[in-house]
């Protein structure tokens, strides 16, 4: 019985093993990439020599109208189609006062990562424009655009990789243990109702009290008397 639940262990082991390899060869790994842009005043509010970075001030709520313009559905399905591979976020990077928001890009490769990136900060630029030529802004007053950081490196990104095997390998070991557990029940009745089968004596039958000549009687023998003399006639029961 042991050996069956072995075998059991074992072609679920290996199957387990298999989905881990098909999921490796199924499951892409993905490459992020970042890029932070910063939003600049107009020249005309900047004194004669004066420094941009100065008077960041009052920039945040424009920032924050460009981040919803460039991530609502119709840009995002322009960008990065459904089922591309490809996703991307557009927030305010909370770790420096201003107006700087920070794009992160997630891609199937690093050439297709750094592809969406460039898109995404094209479409930013644009949609700044649009948004300022909208509202009859003039073009000298026009908030500018400007990459402040642009990652040269895609860093690979396994926790979805990493999410989806520990599911499979769970499932895989789970049903494994399932299975050896159904089949070690089974086996063991079997075995002790084998086992019980073996001790019990083989063609032994059960001789009646009343047929067994060896059995003592129940009871006093009755007795039957003729004139003076008694006989004892014993009565079986």
Not at 163 to 177: C, F, N, Q, S
């Amino acid at each position: 019985m042991i050996r069956r639940i072995w075998w059991v262990l074992l072609g679920g082991g290996i199957v387990t093993l298999g989905l881990v390899n098909l999921t490796l060869h199924l499951v892409p790994l993905t490459y992020d990439v970042t890029a932070s842009v910063v939003l600049l005043p107009p020249i005309t509010s900047v004194e004669a020599n004066g420094n941009p970075f100065l008077d960041l001030g009052g920039l945040d709520v424009v920032a924050g109208v460009l981040a919803t313009a460039i991530t609502d559905s119709e840009s995002t399905e322009n960008v990065a189609p459904a089922g591309s591979g490809a996703s991307y976020t557009v927030q305010k990077d909370a770790s420096v006062s201003g107006s700087v928001l920070q794009v992160a890009v997630t891609d199937t490769s690093p050439d297709a990562a750094f592809s969406t990136l460039d898109a995404v900060l094209t479409l930013a630029k644009d949609r700044l424009e649009e948004l300022q030529v909208s509202v009859s802004a003039p073009a000298e007053d026009h908030v500018q655009l400007m990459v402040i950081t642009n990652n040269v490196i895609a860093e690979p990104n396994t926790s979805s990789l990493i999410r989806t095997l520990i599911i499979v390998l769970a499932a895989g070991l789970a049903a494994t243990v399932a299975l050896a557990v159904a089949v070690y029940y089974p086996l063991r009745r079997r075995d002790s109702l084998s086992d019980e089968t073996i001790d019990a004596p083989v063609g032994a039958e059960r001789v009646p009290a009343d047929l067994d000549e060896s059995a003592e009687p129940a009871g006093p023998p009755a007795s039957t008397e003729t004139g003076d003399t008694a006989t004892r006639v014993p009565v079986r029961r």
